[in-house]
């Protein structure tokens, strides 16, 4: 199985909802990312996961929380999130033996 | 610090013409190289990849060489398809968890 998967592919959220969104592989990767993603523009690296183990954060507001419950998962929790925060939100996994990342096909989220 | 300049199109092309997108990197070490592409509405794929010098990367008919001597992985199709219509994106990783991308190619193939 080479594949990252995210859940849900579409969410609509207003400003003071709460949401979650999911990413899984099993490919064994040990480091887990998740990307903001702007139209036509190159992904922005959020955070990043090493062994379960948030190892990045690059200064992401706290109104993105994020979560590795096991090796397989990454979640990004969402509360309180302005218009602005409307985009593609990719996860990608990669072997840290290598330096190839696996992108999942993205959940477009939208704050109204 | 590292980073990778790409030609920002867009690009249009007629279908069977032949396809070039510079791509040119700085990098502290020895990085390895990588082309994806995003197809509409869709995530981004690995294309490519060469992790030394001299390495050509190819795939569904396209290729790229990690040129260390001129610090490029110029990215090359001889015929492209409409099916090529994307968004491509150079990239450079270093043992270091990140990935720098160059800021994308939009590229258009008309039948």
Known sequence: DTEVTQTPKHLVMGMTNKKSLKCEQHMGHRAMYWYKQKAKKPPELMFVYSYEKLSINESVPSRFSPECPNSSLLNLHLHALQPEDSALYLCASRNLADNEQFFGPGTRLTVL | ?111
């Open chain 2, 1 to 111: 610090g590292n980073s990778v300049t790409q030609m920002e199109g867009p690009v249009t092309l007629s279908e069977e013409a032949f396809l070039t997108i510079n791509c040119t990197y700085t990098a502290t070490g020895y990085p390895s190289l990588f082309w994806y592409v995003q197809y509409p509405g869709e995530g981004l794929q690995l294309l490519l990849k060469a992790t030394k010098a001299d390495d050509k990367g190819s795939n569904k008919g396209f290729e790229a060489t990690y040129r260390k001597e001129t610090t490029s992985f110029h990215l090359e199709k001889g015929s492209v398809q409409v099916s090529d219509s994307a968004v491509y994106f150079c990239a450079l990783s270093l043992n270091d968890y990140k990935l720098s991308f160059g800021a994308g190619t939009t590229v258009t193939v008309r039948a």
